[in-house]
T-cell receptor, first 116, second 115 residues
């Protein structure tokens, strides 16, 4: 079974600064997706960024980028130029590709607070 | 983009009663729907997977007779919490599936409070 570990329960950062959230995972699969989701106080799950395991290039979405280290099974999220609206819970998630299952396995989350 | 709605957004019910939560895909067909439960300050835990026209598959430890899931059409899946107890109070979220794997559409969630 796959597991996802987020070792930082809480983090804080000053507005406009950069913060990195950590995520490691354990799997024997070779083909999978990794995701970062944001859950603001409204509790709506919002996709931040997605990485396909077969792609060596790290995904980027505007101020958000990942450092995907497949051999180390590490998938960290970097948020640049942090904004107050980035305050939220962030969940790292794993999905195996194929086999007819689209189950998402979530980490326990990191609560990020952006301070003015 | 694709939208998944949930109704109600918040429900309060008395212990022993049943409550139904609806999850609708508004502009696409969802052959699969995933139901999650999230307790305060915790992560999302998968409860069950429903496929249109067939029985739901429940995760280990989830009581299928208590959490009834129906996926009667390609746009509607329902979760019924039967004989609710205060410990069932939680945030319930649905997520669509069955399309392109990496496209994930979550409903806004339903907050259930059992008194």
């Amino acid at each position: 079974a796959q597991t996802v570990t987020q070792s930082q329960p809480e983090m804080s950062v000053q507005e406009a600064e950069t913060v990195t959230l950590s995520c490691t995972y354990d799997t024997s699969e070779s083909n999978y997706y990794l995701f970062w989701y944001k859950q603001p106080p409204s509790r709506q799950m919002i996709l931040v960024i997605r990485q396909e395991a077969y792609k060596q290039q790290n995904a980027t979405e505007n101020r958000f980028s990942v450092n995907f280290q497949k051999a180390a099974k590490s998938f960290s999220l970097k948020i640049s130029d942090s904004q107050l609206g980035d305050t939220a819970m962030y969940f790292c998630a794993f999905m195996k590709i194929g086999g007819g299952s689209e189950k998402l396995v979530f980490g326990k989350g990191t609560k990020l607070t952006v301070n003015p | 983009g694709a939208v998944v709605s949930q109704h109600p957004s918040w429900v309060i019910c008395k212990s022993g009663t049943s409550v139904k939560i609806e999850c609708r895909s508004l502009d696409f067909q969802a052959t699969t729907m995933f139901w999650y439960r999230q307790f305060p300050k915790q992560s999302l835990m998968l409860m069950a997977t429903s496929n249109e026209g067939s029985k739901a598959t429940y995760e280990q430890g989830v009581e299928k007779d208590k959490f009834l899931i129906n996926h009667a059409s390609l746009t509607l899946s329902t979760l019924t919490v039967t004989s609710a107890h205060p410990e069932d109070s939680s945030f319930y979220i649905c997520r669509s599936g069955g399309g392109i794997s990496y496209e994930q559409y979550f409903g806004p969630g339903t907050r259930l409070t059992v008194t």
